[in-house]
């Protein structure tokens, strides 16, 4: 089993609506949660934290569920600008992990 | 504020042959970082350091792959001899000190080898 596994996608989606990406990791020892940014050809950027109440930035909102072992970052009306392949990141002993991605793309 | 820079942008070279990359971190970054992303995965870490000292090479092919950071501050990774399936883009990454996971990234270096 993977450290850290995401649905590869792609999520293709109309621009407005809502989408949702959940992302597993198999070590409960886990201590701190993210999610990264990449578009395309290009470098990886934080995009958020995601705390264990949940936290929101703007359109966007992270969850942690510790017993199930799993984030979730929602995206609410999506823009052309999101897509963008979106990467959880797992730190233990401060060591980053990264999952494979997710594929947004929105169309107009 | 200046970003992490690499170089080169990319680099084409025959397997069985050397190449080393550069990187400068964030001024004032203690910590740096040399991921390895294969086209359609995330980023594998290779390398990490603390200033000059070395965090974490457990995943670093040490047979080909080299990587050090003698002043404290800008790094260079090396492989040698290259194989095909080191074909990717190696990223560098720092972070303010250990314990801080917010990386800021460079460009990177999109290597291919024939």
């Known amino acids: 089993r993977k450290e850290v596994e995401q649905d590869p996608g792609p999520f293709n989606v109309p621009e407005g609506a809502t989408v949702a990406f959940n992302c597993t990791y198999s070590?409960?020892?886990?201590?701190?949660f993210f999610w990264y940014r990449q578009d395309c050809r290009k470098e990886p950027k934080l995009l958020m934290s995601v705390y264990s109440s949940g936290n929101e930035d703007g359109r966007f909102t992270a969850q942690l569920n510790r017993a199930s072992q799993y984030i979730s970052l929602l995206i609410r009306d999506s823009k052309l600008s999101d897509s963008a392949t979106y990467l959880c990141?797992?730190?233990?002993?401060?060591?980053?992990?990264f999952g494979s991605g997710t594929q947004l793309t929105v169309l107009p | 504020e200046a970003g992490v820079a690499q170089s080169p942008r990319y680099k084409i070279i025959e397997k069985r042959q050397s190449v080393a990359f550069w990187c400068n971190p964030i001024s004032g970054h203690a910590t740096l970082y040399w991921y390895q992303q294969i086209l359609g995965q995330g980023p594998k870490l290779l390398i990490q350091f603390q200033n000059n000292g070395v965090v974490d090479d457990s995943q670093l092919p040490k047979d080909r792959f080299s990587a050090e950071r003698l002043k404290g501050v800008d790094s260079t990774l090396k492989i040698q001899p290259a194989k095909l399936e080191d074909s990717a883009v190696y990223l560098c990454?720092?972070?303010?000190?250990?314990?801080?996971?917010?990386?800021?990234f460079g460009s990177g270096t999109q290597l291919s080898v024939l």
């Open positions: 990454a720092s972070s303010p000190e250990t314990g801080n996971e917010k990386l800021f």
């Open positions: 990141v797992v730190t233990l002993a401060r060591q980053l992990t």
């Open positions: 070590n409960s020892a886990s201590q701190s």
